[in-house]
């Protein structure tokens, strides 16, 4: 976070010095890889090269692009950690762009097959934030994109089933659930999701 607030500050060419308190740099925690201890000041040296307006993706070789998307994730892991959830979705999105962005040359099959579900964490991901943010269409709409990619992805049926229900879609929210159910038979939230819409929908009968 130092980063992102320091360098839009500077000119290109400019060498800048960033002193980050611990909560604008590895937090609390910090981290094994690079090896930071915990609640650790971090001294930051910065060159700034030059300033792009909004690029176009170039493009990457499939092993850059999985590599890029890995690391933008986990840093959207880091600031969603922190409860920063705007800067966990900013970071989210960045990793698909990378992910979904132009090839130098098409994947092959083992590469093909990563591309596609570090797609589908991402796209989970990013509806968790969302939530976070009060956006349950957004959440939504990420659960959907995310099946449309991986249809049998439990943590997406459950969150789509879980959203739907909200919305009073229960038909469409006991679809989602089942299918879920199907694939983690043993899933307690499963089972309570679907005994509340059962229960909205046979209400006991008063006697």
Known sequence: ????????????????????????????????????????????????????????PQPLPPAVRLRLGSQRRERGNFHFARGDFAAALRSYRLSLRALDGPATAPPGPEEEEELREQRVKCL?????AELKLGRAGEALAACEAALRISPDNGRALLRRGQLLAEQGRDADAALALRRALELDPASKVIHTELSRLAKRQNPPSST
């Not at 910090?30 to 792009?52: C, H, I, K, Q, W």
């Not at 989970?124 to 968790?128: D, I, K, P, Q, S």
């Open 1 to 56: 976070q130092a980063l992102e607030l320091g360098v839009p500050t500077m000119q290109p060419g400019e060498v800048s010095f960033f002193l980050a308190g611990f909560p604008y740099a590895y937090g609390r925690p910090g981290s094994r890889e690079p090896d930071v201890p915990p609640e650790a000041p971090l001294l930051f040296e910065v060159t700034l090269l030059e300033v792009r307006d909004c690029p176009d």
């Open 124 to 128: 989970n991901n990013c509806a968790a």
